[in-house]
């Protein structure tokens, strides 16, 4: 005899744990100054640039993520040069990973920035933490290596691979509130 109520997978369950992981009001308050920066620069979407300008802004644990000092500067000379040359090319195209084919209108986020908000919800839900933090995003970020934040942590000299393994699949070691 078959059971009335169906088995549900590890994915079903990641999938009802992400419906209730939210953005802490720190993270809400990043996707909302890197919606004002793509609108300020003229961008269709908001892609993992915008969302890693915004984090750095305001996110002091992401700092320590980084190692504060002259790398987070580097980043932010890099990321402010986006509007005044650097990062031009990117103007009229989407941020995609070639995965899937692109959808038109994801909430006003390229599919990656959107596959990374989905993430950085999905690491805190697996962390037991109802809300998702700077460090959650910052790792999601980095995961593909086609995205535009992955480029500018590059050229900025930040080695992503190892910033990956010491992110982890957990969040930041040592990162007040990543836990």
């Not at 890099?78 to 994801?106: H, K, M, N």
């Not at 839900?125 to 980095?142: I, W």
């Amino acid at each position: 005899m078959q059971p009335r109520i169906p088995r549900q997978s590890p994915q079903d369950e990641d999938s009802r744990r992400q419906d209730t992981a939210r953005l802490s009001d720190e993270l809400a308050a990043v996707v909302s100054g890197a919606r004002r920066r793509a609108v300020r620069d003229r961008d269709r979407h908001v892609d993992t640039a915008h969302l890693l300008h915004s984090l750095l802004e305001q996110d002091p644990d992401v700092h320590a993520v980084l190692g504060d000092g002259p790398q987070v500067a580097r980043l932010l000379g890099y990321l402010v040069q986006r509007s005044i040359g650097y990062g031009l090319r990117w103007q009229g195209t989407v941020e995609d990973s070639g995965a899937v084919p692109v959808v038109p209108d994801g909430g006003g986020l390229s599919p990656l920035a959107a596959d990374a908000l989905h993430d950085c919800r999905l690491r805190a839900a697996r962390r037991g933490d109802p809300l998702a933090r700077g460090a959650d995003l910052l790792g999601a970020l980095v995961r593909d290596p086609r995205a535009r934040a992955v480029e500018v942590l590059g050229r900025a000299g930040v080695d992503v691979d190892e910033l990956r393994a010491r992110i982890g699949e957990q969040g930041a070691p040592g990162v007040e509130g990543a836990y």
